[in-house]
């Protein structure tokens, strides 16, 4: 397998919603990547921000969608977050919880004591998503920060991906809070902190770990702060045109359609580097200077194309200087919502 991207790596480490499954159906082609990983001797991971679930859920969850997975393999940020709770406050100290009722037993499982209003004195507040947060634990949550308890967040995705498209993520939730309150929380756990990535090698002794995930806020970010290479896959939120605008710190290694790319040469999907000259060419794309922009010409992978139109974004062309120069290009870059000029 060394001949692939995934055969660089001795670690894979997934994001979930976007990348494995959206909500509660697979992706086509995850499981058998997976399987095919596993058969080549690659250790796995799973590192999710959602913090609804608790990891032998979230294990039972990919099993019964075809996804081989233990629940050692999965690293949650309701999990980490309770793990961090634990090591800050005195054992059975009362802790207010929005979220799901996973959130609670992490909490619980901490050796602390979740509760749900202000009366209750909690020392601090741990919010994580859950389908069931509604205006009565955030306003208790809001009553709670403002009498000095301490802030967490499991995370702060704005949105979460479905079939159906974005949902509102625990980001939104959070903010609520942020709104009422006028600040932002006291402590993020999750993706883009990198501690879900780093606890993911240091448990499997990777030394070349690869984090694949569907968003550049989280995933991404969240990669190039635990200084690990990484893979966007365009299954979940991130779009080509938010990767043609990423900012440096959300810039990935590698780029796929999905899944497949770990089993394609690395040079298939690799995008530039930092300070590396603008490309010219890749596969049947071509781009030409045009005025101050540049010009899309030829026909292939809209992957290629859109690996082509990273290196001119990100050496200082702005997107609205893209242009389309062949009947492709243009269809190309309205599929995108990119409207070419």
């Given at each position: 397998?060394?001949?692939?991207?995934?055969?660089?790596?001795?670690?894979?480490?997934?994001?979930?919603?976007?990348?494995?499954?959206?909500?509660?159906?697979?992706?086509?082609?995850?499981?058998?990547?997976?399987?095919?990983?596993?058969?080549?001797?690659t250790s796995i991971a799973f590192a999710t921000?959602?913090?609804?679930?608790?990891?032998?859920?979230?294990?039972?969850?990919?099993?019964?969608?075809?996804?081989?997975?233990?629940?050692?393999?999965?690293?949650?940020?309701?999990?980490?977050?309770?793990?961090?709770?634990a090591e800050r406050l005195p054992a059975g100290?009362?802790?207010?919880?929005?979220?799901?009722?996973?959130?609670?037993?992490?909490?619980?499982?901490?050796?602390?004591?979740?509760?749900?209003?202000?009366?209750?004195?909690?020392?601090?507040?741990?919010?994580?998503?859950?389908?069931?947060?509604?205006?009565?634990?955030?306003?208790?949550?809001?009553?709670?920060?403002?009498?000095?308890?301490?802030?967490?967040?499991?995370?702060?995705?704005?949105?979460?991906?479905?079939?159906?498209?974005?949902?509102?993520?625990?980001?939104?939730?959070?903010?609520?809070?942020?709104?009422?309150?006028?600040?932002?929380?006291?402590?993020?756990?999750?993706?883009?902190?990198?501690?879900?990535?780093?606890?993911?090698?240091?448990?499997?002794?990777?030394?070349?770990?690869?984090?694949?995930?569907?968003?550049?806020?989280?995933?991404?970010?969240?990669?190039?702060?635990?200084?690990?290479?990484?893979?966007?896959?365009?299954?979940?939120?991130?779009?080509?045109?938010?990767?043609?605008?990423?900012?440096?710190?959300?810039?990935?290694?590698?780029?796929?359609?999905?899944?497949?790319?770990?089993?394609?040469?690395?040079?298939?999907?690799?995008?530039?580097?930092?300070?590396?000259?603008?490309?010219?060419?890749?596969?049947?794309?071509?781009?030409?200077?045009?005025?101050?922009?540049?010009?899309?010409?030829?026909?292939?992978?809209?992957?290629?194309?859109?690996?082509?139109?990273?290196?001119?974004?990100?050496?200082?062309?702005?997107?609205?200087?893209v242009t389309a120069a062949s009947d492709e290009?243009?269809?190309?870059?309205?599929?995108?919502?990119?409207?070419?000029?």
């Open positions: 397998m060394t001949d692939h991207l995934a055969g660089g790596y001795d670690l894979v480490i997934f994001d979930l919603d976007g990348v494995v499954f959206l909500i509660d159906k697979p992706i086509p082609g995850a499981a058998d990547a997976i399987d095919r990983l596993r058969s080549g001797g921000n959602n913090a609804s679930r608790r990891a032998a859920d979230v294990a039972a969850l990919l099993t019964g969608m075809g996804v081989n997975a233990e629940p050692a393999e999965v690293l949650t940020s309701a999990g980490a977050a309770a793990a961090l709770l100290a009362p802790v207010l919880v929005v979220g799901a009722e996973a959130l609670r037993a992490e909490v619980r499982d901490a050796g602390l004591t979740p509760v749900s209003a202000l009366e209750d004195g909690p020392v601090a507040v741990l919010q994580g998503y859950g389908p069931e947060v509604g205006w009565p634990i955030l306003a208790e949550a809001t009553l709670a920060v403002g009498a000095g308890a301490t802030w967490f967040a499991t995370n702060t995705d704005r949105t979460l991906p479905s079939p159906r498209g974005p949902l509102p993520g625990n980001g939104s939730l959070v903010a609520v809070l942020r709104t009422a309150l006028n600040r932002d929380p006291d402590v993020v756990v999750g993706k883009p902190q990198p501690a879900l990535f780093r606890t993911a090698a240091a448990e499997s002794r990777a030394e070349r770990p690869l984090a694949v995930g569907d968003r550049l806020d989280t995933d991404i970010e969240g990669a190039v702060n635990a200084g690990m290479d990484s893979l966007l896959v365009l299954t979940g939120v991130s779009g080509p045109v938010d990767l043609l605008g990423a900012a440096e710190n959300q810039r990935p290694t590698h780029v796929g359609a999905d899944l497949s790319a770990l089993f394609r040469p690395a040079d298939e999907s690799r995008l530039p580097n930092p300070g590396e000259s603008a490309w010219t060419e890749i596969g049947g794309w071509h781009l030409t200077g045009a005025g101050d922009g540049v010009a899309l010409n030829g026909s292939g992978s809209p992957v290629d194309a859109l690996r082509l139109l990273c290196s001119a974004t990100w050496s200082g062309t702005a997107l609205s200087a290009a243009r269809e190309l870059l309205k599929s995108w919502d990119l409207e070419p000029h």
